[in-house]
Structures are given as structure tokens and as C-alpha cells.
DNA sequence: GCTAAAATCACCCTTTTTGGGTGATCCTTC
DNA sequence: GAAGGATCACCCAAAAAGGGTGATTTTAGC
């Protein structure tokens, strides 16, 4: 027989809470087990829950969603995450998505969405609004009018990665002197005279 | 009056490009002004196209769709660009989103979604499916179970941007000599011995 | 085919940074 | 009160960085 999705709400609007708890029950193969208006109120139950895939709120009562998110995934390694909030910053973003939420929702998302993100993450896929996608495709975008050749890329690339010139120079089949020469040339263009000054700069602008 | 999104089709398949432009002519304020097979038959038209939306195929005779990319961001600065493609790699996901692509969406994608990723990356949102999504997400991931203290990953992530002891040491006031302490112990734990080393190594631990 | 930009290498020089060893003190947290 | 974490100290030699100045060869755009 098939499971059903176990499914767990961390959400401190009752009546939000209620509205998922009652859209998500009305899904056919997902079960909401439990859902509390705080994560402190949740974690002694989350075990015994065995969620599949948690609901978060950001902004709660104690511990926020971003706060609870490693030890939630300390307690249970293989629920999946979903963070639903108002918050769309990048900052807050790309926090939860380094701390490993599988999905980032905002609360504008329809009904529709917000059923298609759980039942994606439950598989282990990606689940985001279009305005968090926007954020971070926008992280990816280099600036395409860098004025660092290809072979100046590549080396400041390797410097911001920790290589020194002699292993840049092994690597690349060339001699330290021609590295060297790289190197003056890039710290002209980017008007810096060290390392950590060219990679800032370099990163900021996005030229790496 | 509102004018009609003007989108253009690059991609090779005829069945396909046909069927695109069928199904986004049959929105209400969709217009495909024109549908090519490859780029090297679009580029001398795409300035009089004038699109909004191009969607571009990666598999092409000639000129391929990632090397396009450029080339069209330069002429039409301004047109957003989806990309459209059966291939989903992180390697081609990461090229395209950083060339400036828009929107990644899988040749499997459903109508509506593609319909609906045309309007976002219109408005300078992002749009990508499911699967790309994850491949993004996972991309962001760290690894909650690294070795290294607070501090140890703060100075490690420090010297990951090229600032060196004495620079740490000023910023975090704290003596150069913890400095060396900190990033000693980092290298043990990490067994190695050198920055490179310690960087590459933490980067493919997604320890920082 | 010419010209400019890019990539390559050379040698001058001093200062800064690195990495290894070995040890000690002071917090905090369980 | 014990352990891990954060702090600082002094030994040392080797490596790397950065600034200046100039030359050659390759590649690419008009």
C-alpha cells in the first residue's frame, strides 16, 4: 500500500495554519500530522511526527524558522523543508538555502503551488516562487562587460580559489613571469595592488 | 494600448518550434514575430525583431544556444531570454544562468508553465523548472557537519576571499598570532597545508 | 594585410606572508 | 571540573608578493 506524505506546519497564524492544514489534508495522498505555531512548541513532538516534509515560517514566537532550521535537520536528516514566509530578501534566501531548506515559498504563492512544492521536495527536488528565482538567478549573472581578458579571468579566478602564482603558472603551462605580468595588468584595470583588494573588487562587480 | 510581448523562437527541431509558436500565438497578448532553426539564421534579425522574450534552444547547428547567449545579450541588451533545452546538467544550468539567461526550462515543461515563465522573465523575474531548480538549490547547500568552530570557518572564509593573517587579524581584532593558531588548526583538521589546499578542500566539502 | 590588443617571458629589487614547532592562558559550556 | 574553543607568544627559514621596466610573439578585428 502507499504512504501517505507525512506532512508537519510550523506557523505561528492560526488561521494561515488552519488554511494549509486544510488545503494540505484535502490532498489525496498527504496527511498533515501536526502543526504547531512554534518551533519551540514543535521540537519535542518532531520526532515521534516523522514528517516527511515540514512547512516553516520565518517569523515565530522564540526560535525563528532560519534559527531551527540545522536542528531540525540535525533531528530528522531526511525530512525536506519548505520555508513559507512573507520575507523575500536575499539575505534571508540564500540563508535557508545554504542551511538546507529544499524549497523557499512566499506567502502570495496559490494554493496550486504551494501542494506542487511539497510533493516536489518530498522527491528531493527544488521548490521556489518566482520572485526567490528571481533572486537567485540573479546571484548566478556575471557582468559580461568585464574589462579582464579571458586569460586575466582565469588567473584572478584561480587566485580568488587560493592558488599562488608559481602553482597558477604550473597549472597553466606557463612561466611565473607571465603570471606575474597577468597579475600587474589585472590590479591596473581593477585600480587595486593586492590579492584580497583585486578579488573584492573582482566579486563585487562580478567580473569572477 | 497595450502592446503585445514580442517573443522570438530560436531552436531547431521544426515540429517544435511550430508547436511553440502555436501555443504562445494563441495568448492574448503573446506575439511571436519570429521563429528561427538556428542562431546563425536569427542574429541578422533579431535587431529588427525587436523581442522582449527570446526562447533559445541549446542543441543548434552552427553557433550553439550558450554561445549565443552573449552575442544576443549585447545586440539586445534588454530582451530576457529563456532558455529551453532538453539537457539540465549543473555544469549547462550554471553557464546559462550566469551568461545572463533568465529562465531554464526543460524541454518536459507543461504549457502553462511555459507560458507562465514568458511573462515572469518579461517582467525581469526568474523562471525555472523543477529539476533545474534542485540542481540550483543543492548548489547553495552546506554541509552542516563540518568540522571547523565558528571561527575557524569565519577565518577560512576570509582567507577563501585573499585576505591574508595580518588583514584578518586587524579586521577581527585579534592578534596575528591567533590568526595562525586558528588557520593551524584548520589545516589539521582539513590535513593539509597550504591555503590552496585548505580552500579547495573546504569548497568541495561545502565547508564554507 | 595591417594594427591593436592579448599573451608571453626576463631581470632588477625589497617587503610581506607563509608554514612548522611548541607552549601557555583564559573562557565558556555541558 | 573537564573539554573544547579562543586567545596570544616566540623560535625559525622558505616562499610569495608586489613594484618597476622592457621585450617578443600570437591572435583577432577592421
Chains 1, 2 share one sequence.
Do not use: W
Amino acid at each position: 500500500m502507499n504512504q501517505s506524505l507525512r506532512i508537519v506546519l510550523i506557523e505561528d497564524d492560526d488561521i494561515l495554519r488552519m488554511g494549509y492544514e486544510s488545503l494540505l489534508n484535502d490532498v489525496e495522498d498527504f496527511a498533515v500530522v501536526n502543526s504547531y505555531a512554534s518551533y519551540d512548541l514543535a521540537k519535542k513532538h518532531l520526532e515521534t511526527d516523522q514528517p516527511d516534509v515540514i512547512l516553516l515560517d520565518i517569523q515565530m514566537p522564540g526560535t525563528n524558522g532560519l534559527q531551527a532550521l540545522p536542528f531540525i535537520k540535525k533531528t530528522l536528516p531526511n525530512a525536506h523543508i519548505i520555508i513559507l514566509t512573507v520575507f523575500d530578501s536575499p539575505e534571508l534566501v540564500f540563508e535557508a538555502l545554504t542551511m538546507g531548506a529544499g524549497g523557499y515559498l512566499t506567502k502570495n504563492s496559490s494554493a496550486a503551488k504551494i501542494i506542487d512544492a511539497v510533493r516536489e521536495v518530498s522527491t528531493g527536488g527544488g521548490a521556489m516562487s518566482t520572485n526567490v528565482a528571481r533572486i537567485v538567478m540573479h546571484s548566478f549573472q556575471k557582468n559580461l562587460n568585464s574589462p579582464l581578458t579571458k586569460r586575466e579571468t582565469e588567473i584572478l579566478d584561480r587566485i580568488a580559489n587560493g592558488q599562488t602564482k608559481p602553482q597558477i603558472a604550473n597549472d597553466l603551462f606557463i612561466d611565473q613571469e607571465t603570471v606575474r605580468s597577468h597579475v600587474k595588468n589585472i590590479y591596473i584595470k581593477l585600480d587595486v595592488n593586492s590579492k584580497a583588494e583585486a578579488i573584492k573588487t573582482a566579486k563585487e562587480k562580478r567580473f569572477i
